[in-house]
């Protein structure tokens, strides 16, 4: 049978985290996957973990001459795809042990139009000494359109594309001020929303490891990127509304509301 799933990982410094996330791939009950790894330049040992599974003909590896930012990385993984879906896992996130069995029989029912399908997100959090804190399960939903979405203020867990939409897009972009560094999930899906519906099954499927390393630990930059993606999606869908914004007591934007010009 030929590999239905491409797991994308984009990895820079990822230390420890990266073999846990390995391991993951590895105790799948769907075990027909290929796994494509982009090494963003990384300067640590986390790499040294692959050697032993480069012999095996499921994964490839690219390493970046120099650091590219993460949306560029996945670009250059999803131009050697070549199974139907991909999903990306980042280094330091895990997947449960039946993630890809579960999305990829939900895949095969799906008609053309299914450019993403999601589930729910287990977030586990870890202090600074890297002790555990707290275990929250998040629920996704459904969308009625991309106003809808927009509107959430959420993003997609796991994000499992449908290759071919995926590609038709342009892949991740990388236009915004930062190109692509920061926050690529909300800058792909607002685009992938304008052309493909997203299919929400309501099944735990990733684990998000909360840490002091996270990029989204960057509230400053966060809050500039989330602004801007906003903005940029209300103009492509035709510049017919400006967003109101409200800002949290930890400093995170977001959007409440559009209204009318």
Not at 128 to 150: H, V, W
Not at 213 to 237: C, F, G, H, M, S
Request: proline share 4%; hydrophobic share 40%.
């Amino acid at each position: 049978m030929n590999a239905e799933v491409t797991v994308l990982i984009p990895t820079y410094n990822s230390g420890s985290f990266l073999q846990e996330a390995l391991n993951s791939v590895y105790s799948q009950t769907y075990a027909n996957w290929k796994l494509i790894i982009v090494d963003d330049a990384s300067t640590d040992t986390s790499i040294s973990q692959l050697r032993p599974l480069l012999s095996d003909n499921r994964v490839t590896y690219i390493r970046n001459g120099q650091n590219l930012g993460q949306s560029k990385s996945m670009n250059l993984g999803l131009a050697v795809t070549t199974t139907p879906y991909v999903i990306q896992l980042d280094a330091d996130d895990l997947l449960f042990p039946y993630t890809l069995e579960v999305l990829v029989a939900e895949a095969r029912k799906q008609p053309e139009h299914v450019g993403l399908i999601s589930g729910n997100i287990n977030s586990v959090s870890f202090d600074a000494n890297g002790n555990f804190y707290f275990n929250i399960l998040t629920k996704n939903r459904s969308f009625q359109d991309k106003y809808d979405f927009l509107l959430s203020n959420m993003s997609q867990w796991p994000r499992f594309y449908r290759t071919s939409t995926l590609k038709a897009i342009g892949g991740w972009p990388t236009d915004d001020p930062f190109e692509g560094r920061y926050m690529e999930d909300k800058r792909v899906l607002m685009r992938l929303i304008e052309v493909a519906h997203f299919h929400w099954i309501d099944v735990p499927l990733y684990i998000h490891r909360r840490h002091e390393r996270n990029q989204t630990n960057l509230v400053d930059i966060y809050r500039q990127i989330t602004e801007w993606n906003i903005r940029d999606a209300l103009k492509r869908w035709g510049d017919e509304f400006d967003p109101v914004f409200t800002v949290d007591q930890n400093g995170w934007i977001k959007i409440v509301d559009v209204i009318r010009k």
